[in-house]
């Protein structure tokens, strides 16, 4: 599966000083050489690796581009496990452009997404695993999903599932051993023991199943829905909550038709923010869309952010109350009464104690208690700042040590719930006494949905999806 053409592209963001471009390929020493010109010493093509050399690159007209700072690192000991060579020069779109195309008018190609770390996963340099890292360290956005990147990347995830692997492996030598030798009367192992081993197999893979609900709220950011009446000041909250003008904001009833999304970094945790739809009686086909849109949002989140205008007439927000709190059944609710700076104490009073009045009759299995309530003006950014400190201890996110294993990745997560059901299945057929052949067929494909993570079984199909998602350059 290995190409042997020879890739270049930008490796570097505009934006800084310095641009560096990428070749990798078994002629990327011989292209680059022909534009390459070193100040003083040997020609490129005779320097060791791992050096790095200063010299001038000339177009295909031997028009001097730039001086710049050329690295070398012969294969297999570089990122893609090819010759490589990095080209760092001055950041101008135009040397850029014309270095690129004249590495192609000499017979290197545009590399496509992800393309060089998919050559460094076909040259045995990672797994797939550690090279679905690489982006997960690029997007990481927070301390918590950078250090669960980093760890992943250093091959924590992968040691974890090589040791299933191997414990899997060595429950399927038994097994099959014992249909080999079934008629000498031969046992490698009693079924008590082959039972333990298994739960102590499963026992690992469903705390990495049950780690995921972390791992992808560290990664994606805790998803926190905005919901309420219609003219509450929803997304009011959401631009005072993301300090910039996200979502239109008008008097108008229904100016929100379908959900706006934010990502606010506090405290050093990530949230994603949804504004929704204002729940009211409609006719409007496309208002009634939006409204579905937000019990739809509700129902996936975490939190929520129920938003009570204390102006407003009891039987609309009654009326909102018993569509929203049921779906609120197991998720962090607080109730947020805007519009404080507008609004005296008494009014403001009565409408906390009504809202807390609604919770207990709609909302069975929240999770909620009576300080869970804030007011707040949207608008002038009214303890705004008491609302954060909620977000943060409803997120009650565990700090994650540098070598911790959890997972992030929603492929990762499909298939060992997919080995998990294999490992529970083994362990059935052993209790109902199945044959042997049969219960290691299970024992095979929970080892292919783990082999599946790491890259070991792997299509190209899966492979191109995982990789397209990259930044060109990586």
Same mark, same amino acid.
């Given at each position: 599966?290995?190409?042997?053409?020879?890739? $270049?592209?930008?490796?570097? &963001?505009?934006?800084? &000083?310095?641009?560096?471009?990428?070749?990798?390929? *078994?002629?990327?020493?011989?292209?680059? &050489?022909?534009?390459?010109?070193?100040?003083?010493?040997?020609?490129?093509?005779?320097?060791?690796?791992? +050096?790095?050399?200063?010299?001038?690159? %000339?177009?295909?007209?031997?028009?001097?581009?730039?001086?710049?700072?050329? +690295?070398?690192?012969?294969?297999?000991? *570089?990122?893609?496990?090819?010759?490589?060579?990095?080209? *760092? $020069?001055?950041?101008?779109?135009?040397?850029?452009?014309?270095?690129?195309?004249?590495?192609?008018?000499?017979?290197?190609?545009?590399a496509q997404p992800g393309e060089f770390t998919m050559r460094a996963f076909l040259n045995g340099k990672m797994d797939l695993s550690r090279a679905e890292a690489v982006a997960d360290v690029i997007a990481s956005g927070s301390r918590a999903s950078h250090r669960l990147a980093?760890?992943?990347?250093?091959?924590?995830?992968?040691?974890?599932l090589a040791q299933l692997h191997d414990k899997l492996?060595?429950?399927?030598?038994?097994?099959?051993?014992?249909? /080999? =030798?079934?008629?000498? /009367?031969?046992? =490698?192992?009693?079924?008590?023991?082959?039972?333990?081993?298994?739960?102590?197999?499963?026992?690992?893979?469903?705390?990495?199943?049950?780690? =995921?609900?972390?791992?992808n709220?560290?990664?994606n950011g805790i998803p926190v829905a905005i919901v309420g009446e219609t003219n509450t000041g929803k997304s009011?909250?959401?631009? &005072?909550?993301?300090?910039?003008?996200?979502?239109?904001?008008?008097?108008?009833?229904?100016? +929100?038709?379908?959900?706006?999304?934010?990502?606010?970094?506090?405290?050093?945790?990530? %949230?994603?923010?949804i504004d929704t739809a204002g729940i009211r009686v409609t006719t409007d086909i496309v208002e009634q869309m939006g409204i579905e849109r937000t019990l739809d949002e509700l129902s996936k989140c975490n939190i929520a952010l129920w938003v009570v205008d204390p102006t407003m007439d009891k039987e609309k927000?009654? +009326?909102?109350?018993?569509r929203l709190l049921p779906l609120c059944s197991g998720k962090k609710l607080c109730i947020v009464v805007n519009k404080c700076d507008a609004t005296d104490s008494l009014t403001l009073s009565q409408a906390m104690d009504?809202?807390?009045?609604?919770?207990?009759?709609?909302? /069975?299995?929240?999770?909620?208690?009576?300080?869970?309530? $804030?007011?707040?003006?949207?608008?002038?950014?009214?303890?705004?700042?008491?609302?954060?400190d909620f977000l943060l201890t409803a997120a009650a996110l565990?700090?994650?040590?540098?070598?911790a294993v959890v997972v992030t990745n929603v492929r990762h997560y499909e298939a060992l719930c997919l080995a998990l059901a294999d490992i529970q299945r083994v362990q059935q057929a052993m209790r109902d006494g199945f044959p042997g052949d049969l219960v290691s067929e299970d024992l095979r494909q929970c080892i292919n949905h783990l082999s599946e993570i790491i890259g070991t079984v792997s299509s190209d199909s899966v492979l191109q999806n995982i990789f397209k998602n990259f930044c060109i350059g990586k």
């Amino acid at each position: 599966m290995i190409n042997n053409d020879t890739i $270049c592209a930008l490796a570097t &963001a505009q934006g800084g &000083a310095l641009n560096v471009i990428r070749v990798s390929g *078994s002629k990327a020493v011989e292209i680059t &050489a022909s534009l390459f010109v070193p100040r003083n010493g040997k020609p490129l093509k005779e320097r060791k690796t791992h +050096t790095v050399i200063f010299g001038d690159v %000339f177009d295909v007209r031997g028009e001097l581009l730039d001086e710049v700072l050329l +690295t070398l690192m012969r294969g297999p000991r *570089s990122y893609t496990g090819e010759d490589t060579v990095e080209i *760092s $020069c001055h950041a101008s779109s135009y040397i850029a452009r014309e270095l690129l195309m004249n590495l192609i008018a000499k017979g290197a190609r545009q590399a496509q997404p992800g393309e060089f770390t998919m050559r460094a996963f076909l040259n045995g340099k990672m797994d797939l695993s550690r090279a679905e890292a690489v982006a997960d360290v690029i997007a990481s956005g927070s301390r918590a999903s950078h250090r669960l990147a980093m760890n992943q990347l250093k091959g924590g995830f992968s040691r974890e599932l090589a040791q299933l692997h191997d414990k899997l492996l060595h429950l399927t030598t038994l097994m099959e051993l014992e249909l /080999d =030798f079934s008629e000498e /009367d031969v046992d =490698f192992a009693d079924r008590t023991q082959l039972t333990a081993l298994c739960v102590e197999i499963e026992k690992v893979i469903a705390r990495l199943v049950d780690s =995921f609900g972390i791992g992808n709220a560290m990664k994606n950011g805790i998803p926190v829905a905005i919901v309420g009446e219609t003219n509450t000041g929803k997304s009011t909250l959401l631009n &005072a909550l993301l300090h910039e003008d996200r979502a239109i904001v008008s008097d108008i009833s229904g100016t +929100t038709r379908d959900t706006i999304e934010g990502v606010m970094n506090i405290g050093g945790t990530t %949230f994603r923010f949804i504004d929704t739809a204002g729940i009211r009686v409609t006719t409007d086909i496309v208002e009634q869309m939006g409204i579905e849109r937000t019990l739809d949002e509700l129902s996936k989140c975490n939190i929520a952010l129920w938003v009570v205008d204390p102006t407003m007439d009891k039987e609309k927000i009654e +009326t909102a109350a018993k569509r929203l709190l049921p779906l609120c059944s197991g998720k962090k609710l607080c109730i947020v009464v805007n519009k404080c700076d507008a609004t005296d104490s008494l009014t403001l009073s009565q409408a906390m104690d009504y809202a807390v009045a609604l919770v207990e009759e709609y909302a /069975d299995g929240v999770e909620y208690d009576k300080e869970n309530i $804030c007011a707040i003006s949207a608008k002038l950014g009214t303890n705004i700042d008491r609302l954060q400190d909620f977000l943060l201890t409803a997120a009650a996110l565990p700090e994650i040590s540098s070598d911790a294993v959890v997972v992030t990745n929603v492929r990762h997560y499909e298939a060992l719930c997919l080995a998990l059901a294999d490992i529970q299945r083994v362990q059935q057929a052993m209790r109902d006494g199945f044959p042997g052949d049969l219960v290691s067929e299970d024992l095979r494909q929970c080892i292919n949905h783990l082999s599946e993570i790491i890259g070991t079984v792997s299509s190209d199909s899966v492979l191109q999806n995982i990789f397209k998602n990259f930044c060109i350059g990586k």
